[in-house]
């Protein structure tokens, strides 16, 4: 069973940034695609940005031009950098993954823990 173990959530004031992680328990055969989603709170959890195995990249309109998603295949991770930092982006953000454990083998989902971002005015 692969767990999703997500890091560097907290406190900040608006303008600053925050870096998230997300690692792989184990080895993964191929990421197919990894992500971050939010929930803010008492609303529905949305899209924050996309990577693909590829490298290609999806940015939610919200966050574009201040959040960049990165991963780094040999250690199982994804990356959130987050910058100018708003109210509004105040969450509970999640981590998530599609992938392959084994050649030719099915495709799996994976969601992680969750890590709360909090935003102060």
């Known amino acids: 069973q692969v767990q999703l173990v997500e890091s560097g959530g907290g406190l900040v004031q608006a303008g600053g940034s925050l870096r998230l992680s997300c690692a792989a328990s184990?080895?993964?055969?191929?990421?197919?695609?990894m992500g971050w989603y939010r929930q803010p709170p008492g609303k529905q959890r949305e899209t924050v940005a996309t990577?693909?195995?590829?490298?290609?990249?999806s940015i939610a309109d919200s966050v574009k031009g201040r959040f960049t998603i990165s991963r780094d295949n040999a250690k199982n991770t994804v990356y959130l950098q987050m910058n100018g930092l708003k109210p509004e982006d105040t969450a509970v953000y999640y981590c998530y993954c599609n992938a392959k454990l084994t050649y030719g083998g099915p495709d799996y989902n994976y969601w992680g823990q969750g890590t709360q971002v909090t935003v102060s005015s």
């Open positions: 184990r080895g993964i055969f191929r990421f197919n695609i």
């Open positions: 990577i693909t195995s590829a490298g290609s990249t």
